[in-house]
Nanobody, 124 residues
Framework: QVQLVESGGGLVHAGGSLRFSCAAS????????MGWFRQAPGKEREFVST????????YYTDSVQGRFTVSRDNAKNTVYLQMNSLRPEDTAVYYC?????????????????WGQGTQVTVSS
């Protein structure tokens, strides 16, 4: 079992920045990649970003490319999501997740461990 604990998030004006962290504990040696997803009210959970822990390859959904940056600190079993130039449409509950390697890495069902979720609200 892998446990994920998120921190960060909150309320910010459009154009502002926020930073998330997600700390993993438990059977972390099984983790292949960690991802970030978000879910807005009335919408399905959607892919935001994924990073492969071994070599740091990162992937982003088109709407956040160039604004969000995912990184990892393997020594701390922690991944980060730096979110810049935030827009009102980024408002959602954000979740971090971990997978042992199920593909595709953009699909929520590929991830078997999830954080508790953290609200991000971007005001216009």
């Amino acid at each position: 079992q892998v446990q994920l604990v998120e921190s960060g998030g909150g309320l910010v004006h459009a154009g502002g920045s926020l930073r998330f962290s997600c700390a993993a504990s438990g059977r972390t040696f099984n983790i292949y990649a960690m991802g970030w997803f978000r879910q807005a009210p009335g919408k399905e959970r959607e892919f935001v970003s994924t990073i492969i822990l071994s070599h740091g390859a990162a992937y982003y959904t088109d709407s956040v490319q160039g604004r969000f940056t995912v990184s990892r600190d393997n020594a701390k079993n922690t991944v980060y999501l730096q979110m810049n130039s935030l827009r009102p449409e980024d408002t959602a509950v954000y979740y971090c997740a971990a997978t042992e390697g199920t593909r595709p890495l953009t699909r929520p069902s590929s991830f078997n461990s999830w954080g508790q979720g953290t609200q991000v609200t971007v005001s216009s």
